[in-house]
């Protein structure tokens, strides 16, 4: 079935230092692939995505990275700040149609 | 533009009793979903809906129903209410077009406790 796995499930890193995210899904055919953050109270919100036809994408400090034959892709936080600490989701497009969340991973920045 | 509006924000229903969350966006999305959010846990899919009239299965759909009567609203009914229903209810939509695929928009959420 449709799936979308997430690791880690929490992650602390130094402010500064970088942070990665990875999720892997189950379906080849999937084609859009959105990241977002959810604040404490908040609603999720988009930060970047990526559709299949590319390998790479960024934004400022944030960067995912796809990798269609392996099934997987991975988000990147570089120099993180206070503010990026936060619930980061993954999610994958099923069938053009079904939107599937990872699990999540809860990120704390050390200040 | 209001987005996507979910009401209420806060229930408190007894175990057994209905009720149907609202949700309603003024983007003329086509796509929307409703997931549910369990204490430090991901969002798991519901129900969906590709357009008006059209509804069908997510990941855990038992003890709800929908419905897509118009592009607007997609409510989601919950029947005999028990208590693993208590939850945080987010409602999305989206312009996805089956070709190219857009952000989701999210509501603020529903807080359901079942006691």
């Known amino acids: 079935g449709e799936n979308v796995e997430q690791h880690p499930s929490t992650l602390s890193v130094q402010e500064g230092d970088s942070a990665v995210i990875k999720c892997t899904y189950s379906?080849?055919?999937?084609?859009?692939f959105p990241w977002y953050k959810q604040e404490l109270g908040k609603r999720p919100q988009l930060i970047i995505d990526i559709r299949s036809n590319v390998g790479e994408k960024k934004d400022q400090r944030i960067a995912v990275t796809l990798n269609k034959t392996a099934k997987h892709f991975s988000l990147h936080i570089t120099e993180t700040q206070p503010e990026d600490s936060a619930v980061y989701f993954c999610a994958a497009l099923f069938g053009n149609e079904k939107l599937t969340f990872g699990t999540g991973t809860r990120l704390t920045i050390i200040p | 533009n209001a987005g996507v509006t979910q009401t209420p924000k806060f229930r408190i229903l007894k175990i057994g009793q209905s009720m149907t969350l609202q949700c309603t966006q003024d983007m003329n999305h086509n796509y929307m979903y409703w997931y549910r959010q369990d204490p430090g846990m991901g969002l798991k899919l519901i129900y969906y809906s590709v357009g008006a009239g059209i509804t069908d299965k997510g990941e855990v759909p038992n003890g709800y129903n929908v419905s897509r009567s118009t592009t607007e609203d997609f409510p989601l009914r919950l029947e005999l209410a028990a208590p693993s229903q208590t939850s945080v209810y987010f409602c999305?939509?989206?312009?996805?077009?089956?070709?190219?695929?857009?952000?989701?928009?999210f509501g603020q959420g529903t807080r359901l406790t079942v006691v």
């Open positions: 999305a939509s989206t312009a996805a077009d089956g070709v190219m695929n857009t952000e989701a928009f």
């Open positions: 379906d080849s055919a999937s084609n859009y």
